[in-house]
């Protein structure tokens, strides 16, 4: 199998299997960096009533291309059908919650059920079609690769790189949207139409990705990748960036386990590897994993053990917390029997002395301006310039000398 993986991995396990990787990374990319903006925009639910009102565009098409003596399984057909129902309920959805007393999440929940129990009502009616009985649309649900051709993945391919310009070209005021709308509207943006233009990228996004994730799992191809690189960044272009990487990764490496094992089927493959990829970035991300904060929590303890460690040797008092001795021990400011040694007594008398100094600094008037950073823990030197430190020494006293 693994031999089979990596060919996969090389483009080496056959013509389909080349063009359904390919075709899954473009589509990774697309759905990652369009999504990035539904999510920090906090309308994800949203991708999830435009997946569902897809399925009678679908069926609709099919019908239609029949009566007209065409191929209903053509997908450039079929994603135009889904495309107009799917524009139909969005603005079905928006209209509700701005004209109506409905909540986003109310108009949501009624047009992704009603839109979608259309669907299969149209999808059961085909099947008694004479010419619809072997039409395998219920593939759409979840995607069908098997059978993808040349053209589909032209059209997937075109869809995806017209999708990552839009939001090259619109990033600006989406970024703005997404995180301060009154701002953004006060600036002279209209709200409502980049609204609408991300709302447009994630319905071209879930139409392009019909054929190889279907309706259904897109939503996690949209909202994974972003949620995912959120965790490694706190910069907007970076989280699109890193959003459209682990898309197309997860595209990739899933189609290529899907072709190494045909009995695995694409569409639920790539998302479980893009929930992999979320696994990972939730625990080992540096800036907002798991681990990091662990280590942060640690450390933030760490300090606190140290200065009070330190300000019970400057005061002379016993020391029984367990973890308090062994950080002094640790850094060699304590010996076995718990004397404090030169470098101990040296450091004791440091921290004493900031305390005094951030007394005097909470009674100056320069203190406004820092008082995220009186927490005693952080050097005081990173926080006040040496001119403000000669003038608080000046207030005090004679230093103080431990052991004396």
Same mark, same amino acid.
């Given at each position: ?37 539904? =999510? ?82 149209? #999808?059961? =009616? ?13 593939? #759409? ?157 640690? %450390? ?5 053990? %140290? ?98």
């Amino acid at each position: 199998m693994w031999t089979t993986f990596l060919d996969a991995l090389l483009l080496q396990a056959g013509y389909n299997a080349a063009l359904v990787a390919i075709g899954a990374a473009l589509l990774g990319i697309a759905a990652g960096t369009s999504g990035t903006f539904l =999510f920090l925009r906090k309308r994800a639910l949203v991708s999830d009533a435009i997946a569902h009102a897809t399925l009678p565009g679908i069926g609709l098409a099919f019908i239609l291309m029949v009566a007209l003596g065409g191929d209903g399984r053509d997908l450039g057909g079929l994603m135009l059908g889904s495309a107009v129902t799917a524009a139909a309920g969005l603005l079905l959805v928006e209209w509700t919650a701005r004209e109506t007393r409905l909540s986003e999440d109310a108009a949501i929940g009624a047009v992704l059920s009603v839109f979608f129990g259309f669907g299969i009502v149209l #999808l059961t =009616f085909i099947q008694t079609m004479s010419s619809g009985r072997q039409a395998g649309l219920d593939g #759409l649900l979840l995607g069908s690769t098997a059978g993808m051709l040349f053209q589909d993945g032209i059209i997937i391919a075109i869809g995806g790189v017209l999708s990552v310009v839009a939001v090259y070209v619109l990033r600006r005021p989406m970024t703005l949207v997404a995180f301060d709308d009154e701002f953004a509207e006060a600036s002279g943006v209209n709200v409502r139409h980049v609204d609408l233009a991300i709302m447009g990228l994630v319905l071209g996004v879930t139409v392009i990705g019909l054929k190889i994730v279907g309706l259904i799992l897109i939503v996690a191809m949209l909202i994974i990748p972003a949620v995912a690189a959120r965790f490694w960044t706190e910069r907007t272009e970076h989280v699109v960036l890193g959003a459209g990487l682990i898309g197309g990764a997860s595209g990739y490496i899933g189609a290529a386990l899907s072709a190494s094992a045909p009995a695995l089927p694409t569409g639920p493959i790539i998302v479980l590897v893009c929930a992999l990829l979320f696994g990972l970035s939730l625990l080992f991300a540096p800036i907002r994993g798991v681990l990091a904060s662990v280590l942060r929590h640690r %450390r933030f303890q760490v300090r606190v053990h %140290r200065r009070q460690g330190l300000l019970a040797l400057v005061h002379g008092e016993a020391i029984h917390d367990r973890m308090t001795l062994a950080v002094l021990r640790r850094d060699g400011l304590i010996r076995a029997d718990g004397v404090a040694t030169d470098d101990g007594r040296a450091q004791a008398a440091k921290a004493l002395l900031d305390e005094r100094r951030w007394e005097i600094v909470r009674q100056l008037h320069f203190a406004d301006g820092i008082k995220a950073s009186l927490d005693g823990l952080t050097p005081i030197e990173e926080v006040l310039t040496r001119d403000e430190l000669a003038e608080i020494d000046k207030r005090l006293g004679p230093p103080v000398v431990v052991g004396e």
